[in-house]
């Protein structure tokens, strides 16, 4: 692991303390330039950790410190994400699979994070998931199903409502953490980017397979 001490973070709020752990992708070409980023005080952003291509991991804040990474939005009817969570960038563009080396990388990283602060499976979640309709990293291409056959993400859970419509689909999503005041249509689209980011269409009972809380 390599440091490179980023200057854009500061003090968990409130007496925070780590719950979750954030996923990212970079959306740049390199990750050389995704941590000059990230580093830059003019950028006003940050996150603990970046994972290169490579497998490669660089700590540009402490754990016990607040990075900026998340931005606006909510988890489990909780704001201030940044002061609740752990940042990981993975060096991804976001049209593409992540590679063997950074996902073993991100598995090895995550069991010791989680492990450190009793983060459960279901506290690991996407920037997508708590910001739905700003943000969609770590993308349709993350293999979600992978970390939580280790245990280090939430299952998706299969429901069976009794009946297949906007309301009861809202109600469950919202119920697995995801923000009240999300538009049905990016509820939906987000919902998906976890469980089928292959489906598009109406809303069907495939849709209620939704991380379990």
């Known amino acids: 692991m390599t ?10 709020r409130d007496g925070l303390t780590p719950s979750l752990v954030v996923l990212h992708y970079t959306a740049m070409h390199s990750a050389e330039a995704a941590i000059e980023r990230l580093c830059d005080p003019a ?6 950790y970046l994972i290169s291509i490579t497998g490669a991991v660089t700590m540009m804040v402490p754990e016990d410190k607040r990075a900026w990474h998340a931005g606006a939005g909510s988890w489990r009817g909780q704001d201030d994400i940044n002061s609740r969570s752990i940042g990981i960038e993975l060096d991804n563009l ?22 450190r602060w009793g983060i ?28 939580a056959r280790q245990g280090l993400a939430a299952q998706t859970v299969a429901q069976s409502p009794e009946t297949v419509d906007e309301d009861s689909f809202a109600s469950r999503a ?8 999300t538009p049905f249509e990016t509820l939906l689209a987000t919902t998906r980017l976890r469980s ?8 069907t009972h495939a849709d209620y397979t939704l991380p379990s809380i």
């Open 120 to 147: 459960a499976a279901n506290g690991v979640i996407g920037h997508s998931d708590m910001a739905p309709g700003r943000k969609i990293d770590p993308g349709p291409h993350f293999d979600w199903a992978r970390l």
């Open 43 to 48: 950028a006003e952003v940050s996150a603990h």
């Open 94 to 115: 976001g049209n593409h699979p992540f590679a063997e080396s950074q996902m073993a990388s991100l598995e090895t990283l995550l069991q010791a994070i989680m492990t």
């Open 196 to 203: 089928a980011p292959w489906r598009g269409g109406p809303l």
């Open 174 to 181: 919202h119920a697995a953490g995801y923000p009240q005041d």
């Open 3 to 12: 440091a490179r001490p980023s200057p854009n973070c500061g003090p968990r």
